[in-house]
């Protein structure tokens, strides 16, 4: 399939969408992105995404170049000419061109693209079974160091935690933060459910706040359940009844084994089914 991308106000082949390689987000990873699900031709949360994005770009002061209006209509665009009414969207803001230094100064202006594509993260018997995770000894960087609210293009720490993921045969590991209370994984957040109760890091602990995890704890009070979002441990996650991760691709997956522990008896739990239900109903009815 020949995919088009939407690069700085144009629709270009993807063979022919390019960086410079002395853009900024290439040198440093100096930029921000939001990934974006389509469900039947409709943006998920559009509104919420673009809100993140300008906040995480408003923190690392890049002045977008394009309106949230002008954005909006350039991924309504981008969907369109790659005739799309189901897809993962990835939306990417650099810090543009410069010289080789380390200031974010002097530069033309930032540069823009828009990736229209399919995405699966995991392999359908994990949704229908549950995945196998790990800790890992990466931990989340300091929040004081850079707010983990902002999604930068910068994911090292992340990927060196993922290569645990790699050498441990698993698909997603958690990470503990800087005090050792559980964060998030390394693309995912995350949730325990302990006596009917669900739990879930609260946004200090260092967790890119998610938009799905957002999603997620609505849904779960609609259905009248309680949501706790307060400091966990290891303990915690070893102990859970049920565990499952949310996240803009992975949508929601559930988690029955930690470091070869079973979660709860070993099977997905009921909760996390209701929820899965629930959020389905959702992106096909919104």
Known sequence: MNLLIWLDGKLVNKADATVSVYDKGVLYGDGVFEGIRLYHGVIFREKEHLSRLYDSARAIRLTIPYSPAELSAAMAETVKANNFKDCYLR????????????????????????IADQIRLYPKEMYENGMSIIVASTVRNHPNALSPKIKSLNYLNNIMAKWECIDAGVPEAVMLNHLGYVCECTGDNIFLVKNGKILTPPEESGILVGIT????IELAKQLGMTVDQNNLTRYDLYTADECFLTGTGAEIVPVTKIDQRAIGSGQVGP????????FHRLVRDH
């Not at 939306?91 to 828009?114: H, W, Y």
């Not at 995890?213 to 997620?216: D, F, N, S, T």
Request: proline fraction near 8%; hydrophobic fraction near 45%; charged fraction near 20%.
């Open 91 to 114: 939306l990417v803001v650099t810090r543009g061109v410069a010289d080789l230094g380390l200031s974010p100064v002097p530069v033309k202006r930032p540069c823009t693209f828009i």
């Open 213 to 216: 995890r957002g999603a997620v």
């Open 271 to 278: 909760i996390t089914r209701q929820l899965t239900d629930a």
